[in-house]
């Protein structure tokens, strides 16, 4: 049994849930989760980790930077932000109609940088303990606290009215559906996500990534090539045995990562109690 993660380009329909359910029957394996969800209009780059011990590293890799490519409508807008929502086109003059130099200028004087972003109502951020998308399908207010996100890219590929193809590269919780309503209403034209597909997370690309039909243990990255990016130190037999049974070790460095006999086996922190040594956060 292996573990580690396996890179899956999710089709266009299903949930990113459906994924991981069908990689489940495939490789026989229950403990299979996802480094980030994808909407079911959504394609491109789904990250699992696959066995209890990558489930068990996931943090590490929450933060990590995506890059995506948008399909955006101009002259309309929606309730959801995207195609599933309740569409409402925008009439404009036909001289008024904004031009890939206008939406780019847009783009970098809005959008560029650390910006404060509201999700859309129809998301699964909790808001009062309750997920946004319950109380926006039963028609109540929702008071959307914003987040700080960050655009590092954001480059128009393509304008043809109302038609629009851009490629971004943001940190994590960047929502697309917001970027989108948000750059029609800069625009003063309107505009909905109509399509998204994610190319990159972090280091990994699409271009590595498998159809989920084709998902085999052959496919899986191991954990040991996951985690050779972390500091870490090798333990000592004595060392491992004291870290497996919950007892720290004398160790000053600033290592995240305890291996022993070439694998990783502890996500390791500093034990409070004693000053110069590290405990088990996690043994994987």
Known sequence: MRHGFLLIDKPTGPTSHDIVGQVRRLLGERSIGHLGTLDPFASGLLMLAVGSKALKVIELFSGLEKEYELDVVLGAVSTTYDPEGTITSVERPLDEKPTMSDVQVAINRKFLGTIDQRPPDFSAVKVGGERAYRKARQGKAIDMPTRQVTIHTCQVQECSYPHMRVLVSASAGTYMRSLAHD??????????????????????????????????????????????????????????????????????????????????????????????????????
């Open 183 to 284: 750059l029609g209403h800069v625009l003063r034209c309107g505009a909905y996500l109509a399509g998204l597909r994610r190319t990159k997370v972090g280091d990994w690309k699409i271009e590595d990534a498998i159809t989920p039909d084709r998902a085999a243990w052959g496919n899986v990255l191991p954990l040991k090539e996951i985690l050779k990016g972390f500091t870490g130190f090798q333990l000592s037999e004595r060392e491992w045995n004291d870290i497996s049974h919950g007892r720290s070790i004398e160790h000053r460095g600033e290592e995240l990562v305890g291996w022993y006999e070439d694998l990783p086996v502890a996500l390791l922190e500093k034990d409070p109690k004693k000053e110069g040594f590290v405990k088990a956060r996690k043994v994987l």
